[in-house]
C-alpha cells in the first residue's frame, strides 16, 4: 500500500491496532485456562499442553510471513482470524484429548500471523516512526491479553464451554470489522517482479549465520537477549519468592501495568526522536545488564519493585527497537517472512528453554544455573550491541554491504 498523507497513514495503523487489541483480548479470555481444561481432559498435570500451540506457533510463522509478502498482509492477517475463531469455538466445545490437540493446534497456527502484524505495521510507518508504531502494537496486545483474562474468567461462570465461545464471538465480528474497514499492504507489480526466489531455509540461513553481516548480528541479538530475559524472569521469580514471599500475582501487576502501558505509547518514541534507534538499543541492553546484576543485591539495598519497574522499560527499549533495525536493513519484499522467522526464534528460546530453566531451578538448584545463562547471554549481547555502531540498511542482511 502506497503511503499517503500522514494522517491516512495512522487512521490505517489505528484500525490495525484496534483489530489487534480486539484478537489479544479474545485470547486473554483463554489462554489462562488453557492448563485447567488440559488437566481436566487429560487427567495428567504433568503433560505439557501448551507446547503444542507453541510449536505450531513456530513452525507456521514464516509461512504466514511468506504468504503476506506475495500476497498482501489483510489475506493472511484475516486467514489467521477465522482460523483463531474456530479454534476458540472448538476449544470451548471439546469433549476429548483429541478436538483439545486440534483447537491448540489452529490456535498456534493463527499466532503464527504474530510476523504479519510486525510487517503490516512496517508497512504503515516511516523508518523514523516505526519503533514508535511497533511499541504501539506491542501496547495493543499487553491491554488486549490483560483486559480479556478477567473477561474470561466472568464467562467461565456461566459454564466451561463459555470462555471459548465468547473468544470465537469476538473474533469473528473483529473479522467482520476488519473485513470492512482494514486496507490491504500489498506490493506493487514491480515489487513483486524482483521479489527474491531464495527458499525460507535460505533466508534463515542468511539470517543466522552470514558473515560479517548487521542483520545477522541484530538476530543473535534479539535471541541472546531473550533467552538472557527469561533466564533472568527466573533469576527474580525464584530470588523474590525466597526473600518477599511474593507470587505470580503479585509480581504480574506491577510488572507489566503503568509503567509498561506508558512506556510503550509515549516514552519509547520520544527517546528514539531524542537519542536515535542505536543508543536506545543500547540502553535497553545496558538497563537488562543492570536488573540482572541488581538482583544479587540485598532487597533493603535495591527493592524488588525498582527492578520490576526497570525491566519492561529495558524490555521495550531493547526488543522493539532491534525489531525496528531489521526492518531498516532488510526488503520490503521479504519483511514478512523475516519478521515472522524472528519471531519463530525468539518465540523457540522462550517456550523451551524457559520451562528447561524453571526445572532446574524447582529440582534445587536454586538459580545458581538462571543466573549463569543470564549473565553470559546478555554479557555475549552486550558486545555485539555496543559493537554496532550504525543502522543496518538494505543488502546488509548477507553481509555484502
Given amino acids: 500500500m502506497a503511503k499517503g498523507s500522514s494522517s491516512g497513514a495512522l487512521q ?3 484500525v490495525l491496532l484496534v483489530t489487534a487489541f480486539v484478537n489479544a483480548s479474545a485470547l486473554g479470555m483463554v489462554f489462562p485456562l488453557i492448563p485447567f481444561y488440559a488437566i481436566r481432559l487429560d487427567g495428567n498435570p504433568g503433560t505439557d499442553w501448551m507446547t503444542v500451540l507453541f510449536i505450531a506457533q513456530l513452525v507456521s510463522a514464516p509461512f504466514w510471513g511468506r504468504l503476506s509478502d506475495r500476497r498482501g498482509r489483510r489475506l493472511p492477517y484475516l486467514a489467521g482470524m477465522g482460523t483463531s475463531a474456530i479454534a476458540f469455538a472448538g476449544f470451548g466445545l471439546t469433549a476429548n484429548v483429541w478436538m483439545l490437540f486440534l483447537s491448540l493446534s489452529l490456535q498456534g497456527i493463527a499466532m503464527g500471523t504474530i510476523g504479519v502484524l510486525h510487517a503490516y505495521v512496517a508497512d504503515m510507518t516511516e523508518p523514523k516512526d516505526r519503533a514508535r508504531g511497533l511499541g504501539w502494537l506491542a501496547l495493543a496486545l499487553l491491554l488486549g491479553i490483560t483486559i480479556g483474562a478477567p473477561l474470561g474468567s466472568l464467562a467461565f461462570g456461566l459454564g466451561t464451554a463459555a470462555p471459548g465461545l465468547l473468544a470465537a464471538a469476538v473474533v469473528l465480528l473483529n473479522l467482520g470489522f ?10 506493487s507489480k514491480e515489487q513483486l517482479q524482483r521479489h527474491l526466489s531464495r ?3 535460505e533466508v534463515i540461513v542468511d539470517m543466522v549465520f552470514a558473515p560479517r553481516g548487521k542483520i545477522t548480528r541484530l538476530v543473535w541479538i534479539y535471541c541472546g537477549g531473550a533467552l538472557g530475559l527469561m533466564a533472568m524472569s527466573e533469576v527474580l521469580a525464584l530470588n523474590l519468592e525466597v526473600g518477599s514471599g511474593a507470587t505470580d500475582q503479585t509480581i504480574f501487576p506491577i510488572y507489566a501495568a503503568v509503567i509498561s502501558v506508558a512506556m510503550l505509547a509515549v516514552v519509547l518514541g520520544r527517546l528514539v526522536d531524542w537519542l536515535g534507534e542505536i543508543r536506545v538499543m543500547q540502553l535497553g541492553a545496558g ?25 519492561p522499560i529495558a524490555r521495550a527499549c531493547f526488543f522493539i527497537v532491534v525489531t525496528a533495525l531489521v526492518t531498516h536493513g532488510t526488503r520490503r519484499e521479504e519483511w514478512g517472512l523475516i519478521l515472522g522467522i524472528l519471531g519463530a526464534i525468539s518465540g523457540g528460546v522462550a517456550q523451551f528453554v524457559g520451562p528447561v530453566l524453571e526445572s532446574t531451578g524447582s529440582e534445587g538448584l536454586g538459580y ?13 549481547v552486550m558486545v555485539l550491541v555496543f559493537r554496532l555502531r550504525a543502522a543496518p540498511v538494505v543488502g546488509e542482511a548477507s553481509g555484502s554491504s
Fill in 12 to 14: 490505517h495503523l489505528s
Fill in 178 to 187: 476488519a473485513f470492512r474497514w482494514l486496507p490491504d499492504s500489498r506490493l
Fill in 199 to 201: 527458499s525460507i531455509r
Fill in 287 to 311: 538497563l537488562l545488564v543492570l536488573a540482572l546484576v541488581s538482583i544479587l543485591l540485598p532487597m533493603w539495598l535495591v527493592p524488588s519493585w525498582l527492578i520490576l519497574s526497570v525491566m
Fill in 368 to 380: 545458581a544455573i538462571p543466573f549463569s545463562v543470564a549473565a553470559t547471554t546478555l554479557a555475549f
